[in-house]
């Protein structure tokens, strides 16, 4: 039994006429004929009563039509799944975030995506970059959103956006429109340990020395929102992406640096084998949601 010989029979079943059954087959009568008469034989019974009156199911017949038609249907979709695929619009992506990207790079990439694949599913747990390395690396993760370095050559990079620090200062200090890092010297800085995000880390302490001074690093914290907590409980200052100025906390004011402005880039990262249709659609799609600001690194 086969596929063909279903659809034969269903048509007939529909029709109960094997000409109208074969013109709309698209194929001539014998064959048609030749087919059910086949399927009869493997099935070991008549679907069809044949008379000089005409065509008529037998109970088998009737028996079948329905579960006929259910696997008719159940065939097409399989196809149009199996389509929906290979084409990334269905399918499920384990996605890593950094708490700090959900003011800027998480939305801007989510939002249009789920609209444009609806069929995928998005599993997003949040993590440092330096976790949601090793959960690529282990297959638990399928792309991150995060800060570089990413040196391992089994994983791909793609730039995202690339946004200048801030100050993050506690409020009730007469702060200039515009402040020189050089002013903070003596402020105790918090900042999150260097594990959690080499790249940012190196920055802010490489932007303090270039200003004259090595920062005193008396708080740490790993995520970024209870670094501006700790900032509006007057505990010191941080230096801050840009995006986060989204996040409007009492006691905490941001304002834009007057030195030349360092820039912290966040980005994707995935396994460079890792050929899944629906992983593919979504680095493409951030490409293209990015673009002109981003270029891939050969993987």
Do not use: K, N
């Amino acid at each position: 039994m086969d596929l063909r010989q279903l659809r034969y029979f269903v048509a007939v079943a529909e029709t109960l006429h094997f000409g109208r059954a074969a013109r709309r087959l698209e194929i001539s009568q014998p064959p048609l004929s030749r087919q059910i008469a086949a399927l009869e034989r493997e099935l070991g019974v008549a679907l069809f009563d044949r008379s000089t009156r005409g065509v008529r199911l037998t109970p088998s017949g009737s028996a079948l039509l329905p579960r006929a038609r259910r696997l008719l249907a159940d065939a097409l979709a399989i196809r149009a799944g199996a389509r929906e695929l290979a084409r990334g619009d269905v399918g499920l992506l384990h996605i890593g975030f950094l708490a700090a990207s959900t003011y800027s790079t998480l939305p801007r990439l989510l939002t249009t995506f789920r609209r444009a694949r609806p069929g995928v599913r998005l599993v997003l747990t949040e993590a440092t970059s330096d976790r949601q390395l090793v959960a690529l690396t282990d297959g638990s993760l399928d792309v991150g959103v995060l800060l570089p370095p990413v040196t391992d050559p089994a994983l791909a990079w793609l730039p995202l956006v690339r946004e200048p620090l801030v100050a993050a200062l506690p409020a009730g200090t007469a702060w200039p429109a515009r402040i020189a890092l050089s002013r903070l010297a003596r402020r105790a800085f918090i900042l999150f340990p260097r594990p959690a995000g080499a790249s940012l880390h190196d920055l802010i302490v490489d932007a303090c020395e270039r200003a004259g001074f090595t920062p005193r690093i008396e708080q740490e914290a790993v995520q970024m929102s209870t670094i501006v907590s700790l900032v509006a409980a007057g505990m010191g200052v941080a230096l801050v992406p840009e995006s986060l100025r989204r996040m409007r906390r009492t006691g905490v004011v941001y304002r834009p640096l007057s030195d030349r402005v360092p820039r912290v880039e966040t980005g994707l990262a995935w396994r460079a084998d890792d050929a899944t249709p629906a992983l593919a659609a979504f680095v493409a799609h951030a490409r293209a949601a990015f673009a002109p600001e981003t270029h891939a690194r050969p993987s």
